[in-house]
């Protein structure tokens, strides 16, 4: 199917690959940002997670371990911001730009021997006969492993937050942390594995960059995707399945902004670039004249520090 | 009752530069409804976190059915049976009833047995729930029966209640007593905490007064008058506020129809209020919090605007009129949160004279800060109030509640206004401040300002105020003097008895929109 | 047990202990850094510190200083006082490059006029085109309560963009042998923002830095208004009680800072610069939040802090020369003061005890 000199098909299945790991990060900040802690690191998880995964998948030549490496290099991150605003209780907003241009300066620092490197390739799901249904096949089963992961962990996510017991009280913690404290429940220690969560799935989300959606280590690779996994939370109101909508309506404007490239329409490519970026600020301006006078979906507590008085 | 169920002995607490508990013993047996007396600051918030396990303390043992009793956390004090009320920061707003009453438990049920348990209860003890609502939506005294269902399905031997009536109105608190006194009946004891001397006479069967940290007495309430029960419990006699006679005036504030939209998520709407104050008159207007008060005052005080022609200063119209404009206009007020909103918490007290002194005192020129000037005022302050305080470098977060409202209070007084509107003057602060900032006040007004005080504590509003109105989910009722005025016809009032036709008529719209 | 205990009253000796604990700090731990990267530590941060100031090339890295630090002060200036207020401006990165767009664009579009008036203009194109480039977020914040972090952000990105796009087509220098790139104004004499005290570094932007500084510290120190943009950031209710109006706040603080990082642009296009490349911006927008909070938000910090920051610049340039050291490891060493010092921060509000019962 063609539209305008672009292969509907090809869009769909670009947008399923080209959304993941802004998926994976704004599922990550979604859960951190539910205990109440609202961490702006994200672009410097994802991108040691990037370098990180890049590098143990080169090295052990792997790109399951690759992952692995990517999510706990994000987690690390993650505590390091855990221990600064939820220990030493620092400002939130400082501490996560901190995270962010220590990351980009770190991972550029390590990835040096690693430019221009080739990674292991990562195979595809063999669904067999379900690829061959037509369009379908293309769209839903053509993918690797790390795909269906993230959509099983938005799955997960969004029913571990409406119906468990840890999810409800991830929740407290996030919406009043005086009143969780009060009941007993170790605020700090929710905080801690919900921000090491959110750091893994940005590291998982950096290292999918690396690993198979480049695929290939460059400095600054991951240009704004965190902050735009920020922004998705924002426009999914704090829920999972909306994070879903947000992260594939992102992902669809990437794509569809490479097809019209590919397409040789003649749009200077530097404007074409700035187009997610755009769209992002657009969604998040439609978004918040809309909430303006409804309720606020956001946790009572985001942001705020806790010390516990006495 | 017979035996004891809690056995507490040389219970000792200390926070650097301040001794909280010191030797604290009593005991309290099975059923028995046993009150903690005290001032604010006496020791009891310490005490009981000890005994809910939320505090460890330094020194000292309790016993809990003859076994040693040492919670590490909550969840350790609720298995052996202590349950806690809290008077606030322990409900979640933005979840709804059964999974507040969840988090409080040690193993819920499934969410729908839970909802199931929850109604049922609830109706069993007359403080009827619906599981399924947001917390945030419900009133004052629904979600202490929130607190209470969370206590009861865990079948407690000892319900502890820090403050509970506080945010009750005298037929919700009535209601409350039933369920206690039933619970006692049960073989429930419980824990009152309280500065309110005829409830617990009313309520109590024993009682442990508390000073300084330190038990200072036990006694029987019932044996005693209100007036021995408050000398014990702030150990000395205590004069009364001369009242003074007073002649209202002309109109200083004219409040006609004034309605505001909600201004958070869960916070009441303005609907229609009108309201007229003289020179020389206190109005105070009683009702239980979150029924308006921080809205009407945010709009007097001209934080939030409000439609035009709604707000009339000395005969001129105000209602667009910004904070500075209105104090340069002689309104002034003093907000309810006194850090964070009435004054800036990690700034000096000197500093805190320039949030609002700068328009009637000379603490600026053409916009340049005098930092001399701000300091003579914040050392006025601290001497005409007496303000206890090493002196104005001192940030306001160091200050005690009482301390500080005296400075905020005094800092608003002494820019001599001719409209003076405060919310909650007295909250949180200990006898002997409270009584000066009311004394404040009533001289105030017979120096010829209006005065509005908006207040919970009833006593308080009766002793001080001329007229009454009551707010109750941003209505205001019609003004009635305070001389012959009956406590039941104020809880009436408190509880929207009046005007109740006209809410029921207007709030379809509301509901469909 | 570590135990903390809110102090009453901010700690003051804290509060300007702590940035020189946090430059000690990490000093250490980027000497253990080095170490790992086989560099000799001790060496590596002589090189950094040292070398640039009292080293053999010391006058011409004298003047270098001069250059790096006088942006990165105009631009922390600026943020410190939305910083202060609770505005985050985390955009100056773009900001910069739109003051760098309009200034040089001013001076392409009259190529090769030349008059004394050109050069003004293009300091007010400069800062016109940040300021513009921050009422976005502003008027975004204030119409529809949009989070200006993100939008600002953004916005680099799309700035960067305008920026590439402005190289390889409207301003490409059509002298320029295909080369992307405009002309080189500093080979234009009006538009030239020479050094005025030839061999300082200090061309007109340092200046401007300078009164920046100046200014900023009378608003926030002695003005009524910088008292109540203090307010606004320590606590928004009582701000708003004492009559601060929080739309006109945002508008202020993002126009103000916006203007400043333009400025910080037009300045660095039109002198050591010289020219709009794809690669202009050097990230002078970023570092310049980890100079704001150096600086503690305060003019002078930002003063002291600048200058230190722009000796690990060029400190670093010359470790990477002399031994190898690789560029972005400097950048990790920044991010790691950043760190250090928003962990010692604790001490200015808080004492910390060690021992005694768990609280």
Same mark, same amino acid.
């Given at each position: 199917?063609?539209?305008?000199?672009?292969?509907?098909?090809?869009?769909?299945?670009?947008?399923?690959?080209?959304?993941?790991?802004?998926?994976?990060?704004?599922?990550?900040?979604?859960?951190?940002?539910?205990?109440?802690?609202?961490?702006?690191?994200?672009?410097?998880?994802?991108?040691?997670?990037?370098?990180?995964?890049?590098?143990?998948?080169?090295?052990?030549?792997?790109?399951?371990?690759?992952?692995?490496?990517?999510?706990?290099?994000?987690?690390?991150?993650?505590?390091?911001?855990?221990?600064?605003?939820?220990?030493?209780?620092?400002?939130?907003?400082?501490?996560?730009?901190?995270?962010?241009?220590?990351?980009?300066?770190?991972?550029?620092?390590?990835?040096?021997?690693?430019?221009?490197?080739?990674?292991?390739?990562?195979?595809?799901?063999?669904?067999?006969?379900? $690829?061959?249904?037509?369009?379908?096949?293309?769209?839903?089963?053509?993918?690797? *492993?790390?795909?269906?992961?993230?959509?099983?962990?938005?799955?997960?996510? *969004?029913?571990?937050?409406?119906?468990?017991?840890?999810?409800?009280?991830?929740?407290?913690?996030?919406?009043?942390?005086?009143?969780?404290?009060?009941?007993?429940?170790?605020?700090?220690?929710?905080?801690?594995?919900?921000?090491?969560?959110?750091?893994?799935?940005?590291?998982?989300?950096?290292?999918?960059? $690396?690993?198979?959606?480049?695929?290939?280590?460059?400095?600054?690779?991951?240009?704004?995707?965190?902050?735009?996994?920020?922004?998705?939370?924002?426009?999914? $109101? *704090?829920?999972?399945?909306?994070?879903?909508?947000?992260?594939?309506?992102?992902?669809?404007?990437?794509?569809?902004?490479?097809?019209?490239?590919?397409?040789?329409?003649?749009?200077?490519?530097?404007?074409?670039?700035?187009?997610?970026?755009?769209?992002?600020?657009?969604?998040?301006?439609?978004?918040?004249?809309?909430?303006?006078?409804?309720?606020?979906?956001?946790?009572?507590?985001?942001?705020?520090?806790?010390?516990? $008085?006495? | 009752?017979?035996?004891?169920?809690?056995?507490?002995?040389?219970?000792?607490?200390?926070?650097?530069?301040?001794?909280?508990?010191?030797?604290?013993?009593?005991?309290?047996?099975?059923?028995?409804?046993?009150?903690?007396?005290?001032?604010?600051?006496? /020791?009891?918030?310490?005490?009981?976190?000890?005994?809910?396990?939320?505090?460890?303390?330094?020194?000292?043992?309790?016993?809990?059915?003859?076994?040693?009793?040492?919670?590490?956390?909550?969840?350790?004090? +609720?298995?052996?049976?202590?349950?806690?009320?809290?008077?606030?920061?322990?409900?979640?707003?933005?979840?709804?009833?059964?999974?507040?009453?969840?988090?409080?438990?040690?193993?819920?049920?499934?969410?729908?047995?839970?909802?199931?348990?929850?109604?049922?209860?609830?109706?069993?003890?007359?403080?009827?729930?619906?599981?399924?609502?947001?917390?945030?939506?419900?009133?004052?005294?629904? +979600?202490?029966?929130?607190?209470?269902?969370?206590?009861?399905?865990?079948?407690?031997?000892?319900?502890?209640?820090?403050?509970?009536?506080?945010?009750?109105?005298?037929?919700?608190?009535?209601?409350?007593?039933?369920?206690?006194?039933?619970?006692?009946?049960?073989?429930?004891?419980?824990?009152?905490?309280?500065?309110?001397?005829?409830?617990?006479?009313?309520?109590?069967?024993?009682?442990?007064?508390?000073?300084?940290?330190?038990?200072?007495?036990?006694?029987?309430?019932?044996?005693?008058?209100?007036?021995?029960?408050?000398?014990?419990?702030?150990?000395?006699?205590?004069?009364?506020?001369? +009242?003074?006679?007073?002649?209202?005036?002309?109109?200083?504030?004219?409040?006609?129809?004034?309605?505001?939209?909600?201004?958070?998520?869960?916070?009441?709407?303005?609907?229609?209020?009108?309201?007229?104050?003289?020179? /020389?008159?206190?109005?105070?207007?009683?009702? &239980?919090?979150?029924?308006?008060?921080?809205?009407?005052?945010?709009?007097?005080?001209?934080?939030?605007?409000?439609?035009?022609?709604?707000?009339?200063?000395?005969?001129?119209?105000?209602?667009?009129?910004?904070?500075?404009?209105?104090?340069?206009?002689?309104?002034?007020?003093?907000?309810?949160?006194?850090?964070?909103?009435?004054?800036?918490?990690?700034?000096?007290?000197?500093?805190?004279?320039?949030?609002?002194?700068?328009?009637?005192?000379?603490?600026?020129?053409?916009?340049?800060?005098?930092?001399?000037?701000?300091?003579?005022?914040?050392?006025?302050?601290?001497?005409?109030?007496?303000?206890?305080?090493?002196?104005?470098?001192?940030?306001?977060?160091?200050?005690?509640?009482?301390?500080?409202?005296?400075?905020?209070?005094?800092?608003? &007084?002494?820019?001599?206004?001719?409209?003076?509107?405060?919310?909650?003057?007295?909250?949180?602060?200990?006898?002997?401040?409270?009584?000066?900032?009311?004394?404040?006040?009533?001289?105030?007004?017979?120096?010829?300002?209006?005065?509005?005080?908006?207040?919970?504590?009833?006593?308080?509003?009766?002793?001080?105020?001329?007229?009454?109105?009551?707010?109750?989910?941003?209505?205001?009722?019609?003004?009635?003097? &305070?001389?012959?005025?009956?406590?039941?016809?104020?809880?009436?009032?408190?509880?929207?008895?009046?005007?109740?036709?006209?809410?029921?008529?207007?709030?379809?719209?509301?509901?469909?929109? | 047990?570590?135990?903390?205990?809110?102090?009453?009253?901010?700690?003051?000796?804290?509060?300007?202990?702590?940035?020189?604990?946090?430059?000690?700090?990490?000093?250490?731990?980027?000497?253990?850094?080095?170490?790992?990267?086989?560099?000799?530590?001790?060496?590596? #941060?002589?090189?950094?510190?040292?070398?640039?100031?009292?080293?053999?090339?010391?006058?011409?890295? %004298?003047?270098?200083?001069?250059?790096?630090?006088?942006?990165?002060?105009?631009?922390?200036?600026?943020?410190?006082?939305?910083?202060?207020?609770?505005?985050? @401006? #985390?955009?100056?990165?773009?900001?910069?490059?739109?003051?760098?767009?309009?200034?040089?664009?001013?001076?392409?579009?009259?190529?090769?006029?030349?008059?004394?008036?050109?050069?003004?203009?293009?300091?007010?194109?400069?800062?016109?085109?940040?300021?513009?480039?921050?009422?976005?977020?502003?008027?975004?914040?204030?119409?529809?309560?949009?989070?200006?972090?993100?939008?600002?952000?953004?916005?680099?990105?799309?700035?960067? @963009?305008?920026?590439?796009?402005?190289?390889?087509?409207?301003?490409?220098?059509?002298?320029?042998?295909?080369? !992307?790139?405009?002309?080189?104004?500093?080979?234009?004499?009006?538009?030239? @923002?020479?050094? =005025?005290?030839?061999?300082?570094?200090?061309?007109?932007?340092?200046?401007?830095?300078?009164?920046?500084?100046?200014?900023?510290?009378?608003?926030?120190? %002695?003005?009524?208004?910088?008292?109540?943009?203090?307010?606004?950031?320590?606590?928004?209710?009582?701000?708003?009680?004492?009559?601060?109006?929080?739309?006109?706040?945002?508008?202020?603080?993002?126009?103000?800072?916006?203007?400043?990082?333009? =400025?910080?642009?037009?300045?660095?296009?039109?002198?050591?610069?010289?020219?709009?490349?794809?690669?202009?911006?050097?990230?002078?927008?970023?570092?310049?939040?980890?100079?704001?909070?150096?600086?503690?938000?305060? !003019?002078?910090?930002?003063?002291?802090?600048?200058?230190?920051?722009?000796?690990?610049?060029?400190?670093?340039?010359?470790?990477?020369?002399?031994?190898?050291? !690789?560029?972005?490891?400097?950048?990790?060493?920044?991010?790691?003061?950043?760190?250090?010092?928003?962990?010692?921060?604790?001490?200015? @509000?808080?004492?910390? %005890?060690?021992?005694?019962?768990?609280?």
């Amino acid at each position: 199917m063609i539209v305008g000199g672009i292969d509907v098909v090809t869009l769909i299945s670009m947008l399923m690959v080209a959304s993941t790991p802004v998926l994976l990060a704004a599922t990550g900040e979604l859960v951190a940002e539910k205990s109440g802690v609202l961490n702006l690191g994200v672009e410097g998880m994802m991108i040691v997670g990037a370098v990180a995964g890049f590098a143990a998948a080169v090295t052990t030549g792997s790109p399951v371990l690759g992952f692995a490496g990517g999510a706990l290099a994000g987690a690390a991150m993650a505590a390091l911001f855990a221990l600064l605003t939820q220990v030493f209780l620092s400002n939130q907003t400082a501490t996560g730009l901190a995270l962010t241009l220590f990351g980009l300066g770190l991972s550029a620092l390590v990835g040096k021997p690693f430019e221009g490197v080739r990674p292991p390739p990562t195979g595809k799901v063999p669904f067999g006969p379900l $690829s061959d249904i037509p369009m379908l096949g293309r769209i839903l089963f053509s993918h690797d *492993w790390v795909v269906y992961l993230s959509l099983a962990l938005v799955a997960a996510v *969004w029913g571990m937050l409406k119906y468990s017991r840890a999810g409800l009280i991830l929740r407290a913690v996030g919406e009043n942390h005086d009143a969780a404290h009060a009941l007993g429940y170790r605020v700090i220690a929710v905080r801690f594995a919900a921000l090491a969560f959110g750091g893994a799935l940005a590291g998982l989300g950096g290292a999918y960059l $690396s690993l198979i959606r480049v695929p290939q280590w460059t400095e600054g690779m991951t240009a704004g995707a965190g902050w735009i996994a920020l922004a998705i939370v924002v426009f999914a $109101s *704090w829920r999972a399945g909306r994070v879903l909508i947000g992260a594939y309506l992102f992902g669809g404007i990437t794509a569809l902004q490479l097809q019209l490239q590919a397409a040789g329409y003649a749009i200077p490519v530097h404007l074409l670039t700035m187009a997610p970026y755009v769209l992002t600020i657009v969604v998040l301006v439609v978004l918040s004249a809309l909430h303006r006078h409804g309720a606020q979906a956001a946790p009572a507590a985001l942001g705020r520090s806790f010390h516990a $008085s006495n | 009752m017979t035996g004891t169920l809690l056995k507490i002995d040389g219970l000792t607490k200390a926070y650097p530069g301040v001794v909280a508990n010191d030797g604290v013993g009593f005991s309290v047996a099975p059923g028995e409804v046993h009150a903690l007396l005290g001032e604010n600051g006496a /020791g009891k918030s310490t005490l009981v976190k000890m005994i809910y396990g939320l505090v460890k303390p330094d020194a000292g043992t309790m016993e809990f059915r003859g076994a040693p009793y040492t919670p590490a956390e909550p969840r350790a004090a +609720r298995a052996t049976g202590v349950a806690m009320v809290f008077q606030h920061f322990s409900l979640f707003e933005a979840l709804n009833v059964a999974e507040n009453v969840a988090l409080g438990m040690e193993n819920p049920p499934p969410m729908r047995d839970l909802a199931a348990r929850i109604r049922e209860i609830s109706h069993a003890y007359g403080l009827p729930l619906d599981p399924d609502r947001l917390v945030g939506d419900l009133s004052a005294g629904e +979600r202490q029966r929130v607190e209470i269902v969370r206590c009861l399905l865990q079948d407690p031997k000892l319900l502890i209640m820090d403050e509970p009536t506080s945010v009750l109105t005298p037929q919700e608190v009535e209601i409350l007593f039933r369920t206690l006194r039933k619970l006692s009946s049960e073989g429930t004891a419980i824990l009152y905490i309280s500065h309110k001397l005829e409830e617990i006479r009313a309520l109590c069967d024993g009682a442990t007064i508390l000073r300084g940290g330190k038990v200072v007495g036990s006694c029987i309430p019932r044996d005693k008058t209100a007036r021995e029960l408050a000398e014990m419990m702030v150990g000395g006699t205590f004069a009364e506020t001369r +009242r003074g006679g007073r002649t209202p005036g002309a109109p200083v504030l004219v409040v006609k129809d004034l309605s505001l939209p909600p201004m958070s998520q869960f916070g009441p709407a303005l609907k229609h209020v009108d309201l007229t104050l003289r020179a /020389g008159e206190i109005l105070g207007i009683g009702g &239980v919090a979150g029924n308006g008060q921080e809205e009407l005052l945010a709009t007097l005080s001209g934080e939030v605007p409000s439609a035009d022609e709604t707000v009339i200063l000395k005969g001129e119209e105000a209602s667009h009129l910004g904070p500075n404009e209105r104090r340069a206009r002689g309104l002034l007020s003093a907000p309810e949160e006194r850090l964070g909103h009435a004054a800036v918490p990690a700034m000096s007290l000197t500093e805190n004279t320039l949030l609002t002194g700068t328009i009637r005192k000379p603490l600026t020129k053409k916009g340049f800060i005098d930092m001399g000037a701000a300091r003579a005022f914040a050392e006025e302050i601290i001497r005409a109030f007496d303000v206890r305080t090493p002196g104005p470098h001192v940030a306001a977060r160091a200050l005690s509640g009482g301390n500080l409202q005296k400075y905020v209070i005094g800092r608003e &007084v002494l820019q001599a206004p001719d409209v003076l509107i405060v919310n909650q003057p007295t909250w949180g602060v200990d006898a002997a401040a409270a009584a000066s900032i009311r004394q404040a006040l009533i001289d105030l007004a017979a120096r010829g300002a209006g005065v509005i005080v908006i207040s919970q504590d009833l006593d308080e509003l009766m002793e001080i105020a001329d007229n009454f109105c009551a707010l109750y989910e941003g209505r205001l009722s019609a003004p009635r003097p &305070v001389e012959g005025l009956s406590l039941d016809e104020i809880g009436l009032m408190l509880g929207g008895a009046q005007g109740m036709t006209e809410a029921q008529i207007e709030i379809q719209p509301e509901a469909l929109a | 047990m570590i135990r903390l205990i809110r102090r009453p009253t901010p700690s003051k000796f804290w509060s300007w202990t702590t940035p020189i604990l946090a430059v000690v700090a990490t000093m250490i731990a980027g000497g253990l850094l080095f170490a790992l990267l086989g560099k000799p530590p001790v060496e590596a #941060i002589r090189t950094i510190f040292w070398e640039p100031l009292f080293g053999d090339n010391a006058d011409y890295f %004298r003047g270098q200083l001069l250059v790096k630090a006088g942006p990165l002060i105009l631009i922390a200036s600026g943020l410190a006082v939305g910083f202060r207020a609770g505005i985050w @401006n #985390i955009g100056a990165e773009g900001q910069y490059i739109m003051g760098a767009i309009c200034g040089a664009g001013l001076a392409l579009a009259v190529y090769p006029a030349e008059s004394p008036w050109l050069f003004p203009a293009m300091v007010i194109a400069g800062a016109i085109g940040g300021f513009l480039w921050g009422m976005i977020p502003a008027l975004l914040k204030v119409w529809f309560g949009t989070n200006e972090i993100l939008v600002s952000l953004m916005l680099v990105y799309v700035a960067q @963009n305008l920026l590439a796009y402005m190289a390889f087509g409207p301003m490409k220098n059509p002298q320029g042998m295909g080369f !992307p790139g405009s002309r080189n104004l500093q080979q234009y004499p009006s538009a030239f @923002n020479e050094e =005025l005290i030839p061999g300082t570094g200090a061309h007109w932007g340092v200046l401007a830095a300078l009164v920046a500084v100046i200014a900023i510290y009378v608003l926030m120190q %002695r003005h009524i208004m910088g008292f109540r943009i203090r307010v606004a950031g320590e606590a928004p209710r009582a701000a708003r009680f004492a009559g601060v109006v929080p739309a006109r706040l945002v508008v202020f603080c993002l126009g103000l800072s916006g203007a400043l990082a333009g =400025l910080a642009g037009m300045f660095e296009v039109s002198g050591p610069s010289g020219q709009i490349t794809d690669g202009f911006n050097a990230g002078y927008g970023f570092t310049a939040i980890i100079v704001a909070f150096l600086g503690r938000l305060h !003019p002078v910090g930002i003063l002291l802090a600048g200058l230190l920051m722009a000796l690990t610049y060029i400190g670093g340039d010359m470790a990477q020369m002399m031994l190898n050291l !690789p560029s972005a490891a400097i950048q990790v060493f920044q991010g790691m003061l950043l760190f250090f010092l928003l962990g010692f921060d604790l001490l200015t @509000n808080y004492r910390v %005890r060690l021992g005694g019962a768990r609280a």
